[in-house]
């Protein structure tokens, strides 16, 4: 799908609303109350939330090629700039932190931003998630989590490995420094933060 295909796009209303829609490429999210709507494509929910103006938009980004990536962002900002669904609640999910990603959902000014980890994804966890929203998930917060010298070196289609860009992008980061360090409140203790060798 080609960027700003969403630009233009219109259905007609239909008058039964639903209170969660989610599009999950994985097919994880199995709902089955009338009340709620699974999509496998950014098309099917652009239709679904146009037509039923759902209280709240899940869109997973388990499980994802880059460009798909890229494809689900646009598909979050064309539903928070369409005066049809930019009432919809739309939350991202994630399986861990991403400062480039969660840049480009605030961008496109998404609401919550949760991380699941190796969590099984399916409605169940949707609605727990969804229950237990708060100012913890907003993309201001999680942002304010992340080193801003976090960067993502692309490896292929599926895979980036993150490197330090206060160490001129040459370290790789990974396990127990990026986990408890690089992705968390502590990061301005790194002595990389400290004493950079590139200015942000």
């Not at 259905?11 to 999509?39: F, K, Q, T």
Request: glycine share 4%; proline share 4%.
């Amino acid at each position: 799908m080609k960027k700003g295909e969403f630009k233009s796009f219109a259905v007609e209303d239909s008058s039964r609303n639903l209170l969660s829609l989610a599009c999950d490429l994985s097919g994880g999210i199995d709902y089955s109350s009338p009340d709620e709507a699974w999509v496998a494509s950014p098309i099917q929910c652009l239709y679904k939330a146009f037509e039923h103006k759902p209280k709240i938009i899940v869109i997973s980004f388990i499980r994802t090629s880059i460009q798909e990536r890229e494809t689900l962002v646009e598909l979050s900002a064309a539903l928070k700039r369409n005066s049809h669904t930019n009432q919809s609640i739309v939350l991202a999910l994630l399986v861990t932190k991403h400062r480039k990603l969660a840049k480009d959902l605030k961008r496109a000014k998404v609401d919550y931003v949760r991380c699941i980890g190796d969590a099984k994804l399916d409605s169940n966890l949707v609605r727990e998630i969804i229950h237990d929203l708060g100012p913890a998930d907003s993309l201001d917060r999680v942002l304010e989590t992340l080193c801003p010298f976090l960067n993502y070196s692309k490896i292929d289609s599926q895979r980036e490995m993150m490197v330090c860009g206060a160490y001129l992008d040459r370290m790789v980061l990974g396990g127990r420094r990026l986990h408890e360090l690089c992705e968390t409140e502590d990061h301005p203790y790194c002595e990389y933060y400290q004493h950079p060798r590139r200015k942000l």
